[in-house]
Nanobody, 113 residues
Framework: QVQLVESGGGLVQAGGSLRLSCAFSGRVFSMYVMGWYRQAPGKQRELVASISGGITNYADSVKGRFTISRDNAANTVYLQMNSLNPEDTAVYYC????????WGKGTLVTVSS
């Protein structure tokens, strides 16, 4: 059973930065496609970024500002978020996918104007 634990959320002013981390356990981390999703109040959950091997994918809204990376030795995936704006306010969820899909409980990011 895969377990995912996010950390690093918080309150930041517009223009600031945060780095989210997601600790993975339970299976072979390197086999999984890892992703970050977010859900803002009243909106559907959306993909922010994903990484599979060395291939990354980003939502248009975060391209050039966010960077996803993974450390297979540490079983951890990261999301570096720069130039944050209030529209980035959401609960951010870590996802692991290899056949089945697993979710963390989320970490709240609040960007004040």
């Amino acid at each position: 059973q895969v377990q995912l634990v996010e950390s690093g959320g918080g309150l930041v002013q517009a223009g600031g930065s945060l780095r989210l981390s997601c600790a993975f356990s339970g299976r072979v981390f390197s086999m999984y496609v890892m992703g970050w999703y977010r859900q803002a109040p009243g909106k559907q959950r959306e993909l922010v970024a994903s990484i599979s091997g060395g291939i990354t994918n980003y939502a248009d809204s975060v391209k050039g500002r966010f960077t996803i990376s993974r450390d297979n030795a540490a079983n951890t995936v990261y999301l570096q978020m720069n130039s944050l704006n209030p529209e980035d306010t959401a609960v951010y969820y870590c996802n692991a996918k290899y056949g089945l899909s697993y979710w963390g409980k989320g970490t709240l990011v609040t960007v004040s104007s």
